[in-house]
């Protein structure tokens, strides 16, 4: 037995230690508090939502394409016999028609009806459709719908009994941080959950016109895409259908397409076979830093535009080349790639109002939209061709740019239509701004900060003016000579 002096001690040096462990206990108090708020463990809601998750096989006939070549081998060779044997035989058989057989996911949206969403990607050039249920039934899909802008799909199955089905949720209610589960077939396992973290929002991954993704850390595989993304209510928020992965498997970048865009498109598959988008016939740009300031506007933002359709609805409605789209139908658009999406999912026929900033002053417009055709374009292209080299003619040297008025003979040696009309670009200074925004010879001047020019003296009076308001950059509206315009900002250069 120890004295009691020591068991004191030891008591004293316990309590002491228990202290500190409980310090640390409270220090850390607010980081369990934390990591409590994350799922504990989604095994119900997974159990309750795996029977309307479905893995969609599909098979097609493709022809055989690729022929093996025969290696050299000399002439009078003994294997010369066996080579030319083995290789013609296995180019007539590659020669063959062969099933090919693929694998995706898919939910269930309506079980009475039999509906099943999926991608577009996953069906693309099927023959058969077979929807794959959890409890091992097996049920032909028809396609109802497909498009493809958005990669989505519907199919249709018809089922004994009704089929376990799920809703959309609120995908604009969503925030980073937030956690979301992924089931779906990777690699043919189907019914794979996987569990992670909305990582970001309006993901624009230039996939198509309307890319507007949530990206998820959530593990996400091939196999996976046309799966749901489920938020922590068992809500779909997205559709999987696309990963970023140097070797193929889930580096933690996946992205989905919002419940808010599939919903709109699936009605319309449903009921119509194909989807009917609003259209407002513009032809935009991108707002820079540099065109911007060019036009006196205090952040960079809205879709300028560079063209108008003629008959279109912004025609009919007065929209001009120039104009900065700041709102639509009361929203504010933010970016170019907005807009395109926002009159997407307007309704064909719906009138309404567009605010444009025109040259410095707000102006409110009323459009109404029609349908949008395939062939229709939305967005400017900036690129030109190559132009044939510049003749002689009297010129005039602006912003790193040799300038000629328009006549017959500079009309002819540049082609250029013969309802353009402006100043030609006869010559780009190397090393000049105008170089390095790829203006160049046979390109036509129109406007110099939204207004009118005609002559070299025109362009050089609007400078003028530009640098005594302190600008740093002329706006300048160029048409290539067939007729397709755009907006270049070019730095204004000492003179």
Request: glycine residues 10%.
């Amino acid at each position: 037995m120890a004295p009691e002096f020591i068991r004191r001690k030891i008591c004293r040096i316990a309590f002491v230690a228990a202290g500190v462990a409980l310090g640390g206990m409270i220090a850390i108090q607010p980081v369990q508090t934390a990591r409590a708020q994350g799922p504990v463990s989604v095994a119900d809601l997974a159990e309750n939502l795996a029977d309307a998750v479905v893995n969609i096989s599909t098979a097609q006939t493709v022809q055989g394409q690729r022929s093996v070549p025969m290696p050299e081998v000399p002439e009078g060779s003994p294997f010369q016999e066996f080579f030319e044997e083995f290789f013609n035989r296995q180019n007539r058989d590659n020669d063959q028609p062969r099933r090919v057989q693929s694998l995706g996911s898919g939910f269930v949206i309506d079980g009475k009806e039999g509906i099943i969403i999926t991608n577009n990607h996953v069906i693309e050039g099927a023959d058969e459709v077979t929807a794959n249920f959890n409890d091992g039934t097996k049920l032909k899909a028809e396609i109802l719908g497909t498009d493809e802008k958005t990669d989505l799909a519907v199919l249709k199955v018809t089922p004994e009994t009704p089929l376990k089905d799920v809703n959309f949720g609120n995908s604009d209610g969503i925030r980073v941080g937030d956690w979301v589960m992924a089931i779906g077939n990777p690699f043919g396992l189907g019914g794979t959950v996987t569990v992670g973290i909305v990582s970001a929002r309006n993901r624009d991954i230039n996939s198509g016109p309307y890319d507007n993704f949530i990206q998820t850390d959530a593990s996400i595989n091939r196999g996976n895409s046309g799966g749901p993304l489920f938020d922590m209510e068992g809500k779909v928020v997205g559709i999987n259908t696309a990963i970023i992965s140097p070797s193929g498997g889930s580096i933690g970048i996946g992205f989905a397409i919002p419940a808010k865009t599939a919903m709109r498109v699936i009605d319309q598959l449903r009921e119509f076979g194909e989807t009917r988008r609003g259209w407002l016939g513009v032809r935009i740009q991108e707002v820079t830093d540099e065109i911007a300031e060019s036009l006196g506007m205090d952040e960079a933002m809205g879709a300028l535009v560079a063209g108008v359709t003629e008959d279109g609805p912004a025609a009919k409605g007065k929209v001009e080349p120039g104009d900065v789209i700041v709102k639509f139908d009361g929203s504010e658009v933010e970016s170019m790639r907005e807009l395109p999406r926002m009159v997407a999912e307007t309704a064909i026929g719906k009138e309404v109002e567009v605010v444009v900033l025109r040259k410095g002053e707000e102006v409110t417009i009323s459009v109404t939209l029609e349908r949008l055709e395939e062939n229709d374009v939305e967005e400017a292209s900036a690129e030109t061709e190559d132009q044939p080299e510049d003749t002689p003619a009297e010129k005039s040297e602006v912003l790193g740019m040799m300038l000629a008025e328009l006549d017959d003979a500079l009309r002819k040696q540049f082609s250029i239509d013969e309802d353009i009309t402006g100043v030609v670009v006869t010559e780009v200074i190397a090393g000049s701004s105008a170089e390095e925004k790829r203006v160049t010879a046979g390109d036509v001047i129109k406007e110099v900060a939204q207004e009118p020019v005609s002559t070299p003296a025109d362009v050089e009076a609007e400078i003028k003016k530009l640098k005594a308001d302190g600008r740093r950059s002329a706006l300048l509206l160029l048409a290539n000579p067939t007729g397709d315009v755009r907006f270049v900002p070019v730095r204004i250069e000492d003179q």
